[in-house]
Antibody, heavy 120, light 112 residues
Framework: EVRLVESGGALIHPGGSLRLSCTSS????????MHWVRQAPGKGLVWVAD????????KYADSVEGRFTISRDNARNTLYLQMNSLGADDTAVYYC?????????????WGQGTLVTVSS | DIVMTQSPDSLALSLGERATINCRSS????????????LAWYQQRPGQPPKLLIY???NRESGVPDRFRGSGSGTDFTLTISSLQAEDVAVYYC?????????FGGGTRVEI
């Protein structure tokens, strides 16, 4: 079982920046396709961004494209989300999620989440 | 983007009753190379992260009670809770992981 631990959530003013981190217990972190998913208070789950195992390719939701950057440090087993120009609509719990498939089993793991509140 | 449509929005049942939640995708989630459907089901209790119940549409995650069963293929999927227990009160989500962006159903709230 892979354990994911997020950190970095905070109360931030509109227009501010924040960097989230997610540390994985996986023995071979590069095997994992990593994502950020967020959930606004009382709402559903929304994908934010993803990055391939080696970090060579990343994709973003339209709502965060150009403002957020996903990255990973495979030597530290850590995933990041740099968030700039934050607005009230970015208020949410942010979850780190990992995916890994083999022929016989697919492993999907979620962190506990970290809360980002954007408010003046 | 693949659109995931869940029904019903909410379900109120008695203890021991069967719960059935449906999920439809706007395109097939069946990957012909390995004959798997890239559909997952999650349970989310208040204040907690989503918990994986089912992956590949019908594979139960380790430790998940066998009253939870996933079925379906292609674009139509079902999560069945055979005998509802008090601890099953939660919101249930389907999710496709066939491609990016990952997309989720809107959720089904199950109440006793």
């Amino acid at each position: 079982e892979v354990r994911l631990v997020e950190s970095g959530g905070a109360l931030i003013h509109p227009g501010g920046s924040l960097r989230l981190s997610c540390t994985s217990s996986a023995s071979t972190f590069t095997d994992y396709w990593m994502h950020w998913v967020r959930q606004a208070p009382g709402k559903g789950l929304v994908w934010v961004a993803d990055i391939t195992g080696k970090g060579t390719s990343a994709k973003y939701a339209d709502s965060v494209e150009g403002r957020f950057t996903i990255s990973r440090d495979n030597a530290r087993n850590t995933l990041y989300l740099q968030m700039n120009s934050l607005g009230a609509d970015d208020t949410a719990v942010y979850y780190c999620v990992s995916f890994r498939g083999t022929a016989d089993v697919y492993t999907i793991s979620w962190g506990q989440g970290t809360l980002v509140t954007v408010s003046s | 983007d693949i659109v995931m449509t869940q029904s019903p929005d909410s379900l109120a049942l008695s203890l021991g009753e069967r719960a059935t939640i449906n999920c439809r995708s706007s395109q097939s989630l069946f990957f012909s190379e390995n004959k798997k459907n890239y559909l997952a089901w999650y349970q989310q209790r208040p204040g907690q992260p989503p918990k994986l119940l089912i992956y590949w549409a019908s594979n139960r995650e380790s430790g998940v009670p066998d009253r939870f069963r996933g079925s379906g293929s292609g674009t139509d999927f079902t999560l069945t809770i055979s005998s509802l227990q008090a601890e099953d009160v939660a919101v249930y989500y389907c999710q496709q992981f066939y491609n990016t962006p990952l997309t989720f159903g809107g959720g089904t709230r199950v109440e006793i």
